[in-house]
Each structure stands twice: as C-alpha cells, then as structure tokens.
C-alpha cells in the first residue's frame, strides 16, 4: 500500500509465461484480427516483477530490465510493462512515481506470453499496492487495449478458455497443475503478425470439441488433453521454419505424450507422465541445439502462485 507521508510502496510478484493447449483460428475478422478459440495454462517459467511506488509525483515512470534481456527489447514505452504502468496511470489519475525492476527469463517472440504477461503482473501490482484495488472488469479494459494476450494474466486461475481475438476469458479448472512440462525455445523467435497472415483454414475439424476438451482437462486426464494438442498457426510457422517440426519429433521421441507449438511460436512444448523422462529429453534437446535456445524443463502453475505481495516496509532499490 501507498502509506501517508509519502513512504515508497513495493511490490513483487511473478509474471508467468503460458502455453496455447488449443487453439483454434476461425477466420479474419473486419477489424483485421482473427476471430479464435484457445486454452491457454499457465506454467512455472516466470519473470520476476518488482514495483517501486513514491506518491506525490507527476506520473514518472521509470524502468530496469535484468535477467536473459531478450535482443531488442527496451526498457521504454515499447514495452508492454510500460504500457500498462501509462494506462494505469491515464486510466486511475494516480499521481506518483512508477519504477519498474523487471527481470526476464522468459524469451520474446516464442508465444509464451512473456510481455503480455508482465503488462498483466504490473497492472495487479499496481491495483494492489496504489490500494486502489481495481474491479476486474476494470483491469480487463485496461489489459485488452495494450494486447490480446494480456487479459488471461489478470485472472487468478491457472488456465482459462479466451476467445474474440483472445481477450474475452473464461476461467477453467485445469487438473493437471503441478503435472511436468518441457518448452523448447529454439533460439529464434516467430513474429505474430506473419503467422495469422499465413494461416489457411485447416481442411478437417479436430476429432473433439471443446466440451470434452475441458472436460479431460479438468479431470487432468493427461492422455486424452496430450491428444487433443492443436494448433492452427502451427502449419504457416513450420512450413518457414522447418526445423520446428523437428523439436516437436524430438519430445515425443523423448517419451512426451503430446507436443504442440505455443501461439505463434517458436515454443513448442510437450506433456509428461514422468518427471524423469521430462529431465532426460531436455538434458538431450540442451545439448543438440544452439547456445541461443532455452529449453525449459518445469510444471503447469497452480492457480493463484502468481498473485504478487505488498511489503510497505521494503525498499526495492535500483528501479
Ligand atoms: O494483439 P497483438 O498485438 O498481440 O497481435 C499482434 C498481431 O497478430 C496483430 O496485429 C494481428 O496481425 C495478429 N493477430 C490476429 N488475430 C488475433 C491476434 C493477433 O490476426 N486474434
């Protein structure tokens, strides 16, 4: 909380990167996005978030990236994390100083939501610790005009349903949180915009719908979800990057149930029974790719690890 006499406030809270389970592209919309359907979890690969408030200023803000910077990413108004520190500050009127300390380990341009996902950690932290405590509905505004991806990290569950361009959320249980995880990054990233544009209507449906769907991922039916994996961007994305296909045969060659690409890409991730068998192939996928890939060997997150805490009594220091 913002503390009278004007004590700097601190927040720190994770930002965590997600996986598209589904997803599923319906066709182009007037306004130039796609209309699509996907289920989105969050997992254990995080940026860490630290927000240093001083009331009583004129609205600066002020940002530190540390960590695994991804090439090209700043720590100005470009970043989404910067973003949401100006809507917020538009949207409130609260008048004070923001410093943003954002470490990142979460690579850019992989589909993993790394930035949006920031946005959403600074708008929560934000809401919590100007003791504001936005409505939901509020925030969500907020996180729709900076990206598609943004509204998911404002909720409180691990896994959501998001449809429209991917900004309209509905919360689902996801049964297999805890359940282990490989994400590889192959060191490139896979840009948005041309994924959508190559995408072309995929000639049959999937086998399921999405009903059953949540339904296996409630029950935390691994099997079942691992063969539902779809991803319509994922036929433009490969057919540039042919190597993709590759790491996805290498995880199921590994002992994943099911891989699939996340978003846009590059990421692909596959589903795990054993903790082991996940250590294993991502001790062999580190050493065959480049020392410019991640590969990412963790968990689906629980619902609610990533609400962020208010210390009014620490300060951060550096932002
Ligand atoms: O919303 P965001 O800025 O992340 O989207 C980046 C680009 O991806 C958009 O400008 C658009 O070209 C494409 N996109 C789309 N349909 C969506 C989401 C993104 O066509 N549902």
Redesign the pocket.
């Given at each position: 909380m913002v503390e009278p006499g004007g004590r700097i406030v601190c927040w720190r809270g994770h930002a965590p990167a997600k996986l598209n389970l589904t997803l599923r592209?319906f066709g182009?919309?007037p306004d130039?996005?796609?209309?699509?359907e996907t289920v989105m979890a969050a997992i254990d690969w995080v940026d860490d978030i630290e927000l240093e408030l001083t009331p009583g200023g004129r609205g600066e803000i002020r940002m530190e990236l540390l960590g695994d910077v991804p090439e090209g990413l700043v720590s100005g108004p470009e970043n989404l994390a910067w973003m949401a520190a100006q809507r917020f500050l538009e949207g409130t009127g609260w008048s004070g100083a923001i410093g943003i300390r954002l470490t990142k380990r979460i690579p850019a341009g992989a589909g993993l939501g790394g930035g949006?996902s920031d946005a959403g950690a600074v708008l929560r932290g934000l809401s919590a610790a100007t003791g504001l405590e936005l409505d939901r509905s509020v925030l969500l505004e907020m996180a729709q005009a900076i990206?598609?991806?943004v509204p998911f990290f404002i909720t409180d569950n691990s896994a959501a349903v998001c449809r429209?361009?991917?900004?309209l959320i509905d919360e689902c249980a996801n049964g297999l949180e805890g359940m282990p995880i490989v994400v590889v990054y192959p060191g490139f990233g896979s840009?948005?915009?041309a994924?959508?544009?190559g995408?072309k209507k995929p000639l049959s449906p999937p086998a399921w719908n999405p009903t059953i769907f949540l339904d296996f991922l409630k029950k935390g039916s691994l099997r079942q979800v691992a063969d539902c994996l779809t991803n319509d961007l994922a036929g433009p994305v490969t057919a540039k990057f042919p190597f993709l296909e590759l790491v996805r045969k290498a995880l199921i060659e590994g002992g994943a149930l099911g891989a699939s690409m996340t978003g846009?890409g590059s990421a692909f991730f596959g589903l795990f029974a054993d903790e082991l068998v996940a250590e294993g192939v991502s001790r062999d996928l580190r050493g065959r790719l480049g020392p410019a890939a991640r590969v990412h060997c963790g968990r689906f997150l629980d619902s609610g690890v990533w609400r962020g805490s208010c210390d009014g009594d620490h300060r951060c220091g550096g932002a």
């Amino acid at each position: 909380m913002v503390e009278p006499g004007g004590r700097i406030v601190c927040w720190r809270g994770h930002a965590p990167a997600k996986l598209n389970l589904t997803l599923r592209v319906f066709g182009k919309r007037p306004d130039g996005y796609h209309e699509l359907e996907t289920v989105m979890a969050a997992i254990d690969w995080v940026d860490d978030i630290e927000l240093e408030l001083t009331p009583g200023g004129r609205g600066e803000i002020r940002m530190e990236l540390l960590g695994d910077v991804p090439e090209g990413l700043v720590s100005g108004p470009e970043n989404l994390a910067w973003m949401a520190a100006q809507r917020f500050l538009e949207g409130t009127g609260w008048s004070g100083a923001i410093g943003i300390r954002l470490t990142k380990r979460i690579p850019a341009g992989a589909g993993l939501g790394g930035g949006s996902s920031d946005a959403g950690a600074v708008l929560r932290g934000l809401s919590a610790a100007t003791g504001l405590e936005l409505d939901r509905s509020v925030l969500l505004e907020m996180a729709q005009a900076i990206g598609s991806d943004v509204p998911f990290f404002i909720t409180d569950n691990s896994a959501a349903v998001c449809r429209g361009r991917g900004e309209l959320i509905d919360e689902c249980a996801n049964g297999l949180e805890g359940m282990p995880i490989v994400v590889v990054y192959p060191g490139f990233g896979s840009s948005t915009r041309a994924a959508y544009a190559g995408f072309k209507k995929p000639l049959s449906p999937p086998a399921w719908n999405p009903t059953i769907f949540l339904d296996f991922l409630k029950k935390g039916s691994l099997r079942q979800v691992a063969d539902c994996l779809t991803n319509d961007l994922a036929g433009p994305v490969t057919a540039k990057f042919p190597f993709l296909e590759l790491v996805r045969k290498a995880l199921i060659e590994g002992g994943a149930l099911g891989a699939s690409m996340t978003g846009s890409g590059s990421a692909f991730f596959g589903l795990f029974a054993d903790e082991l068998v996940a250590e294993g192939v991502s001790r062999d996928l580190r050493g065959r790719l480049g020392p410019a890939a991640r590969v990412h060997c963790g968990r689906f997150l629980d619902s609610g690890v990533w609400r962020g805490s208010c210390d009014g009594d620490h300060r951060c220091g550096g932002a």
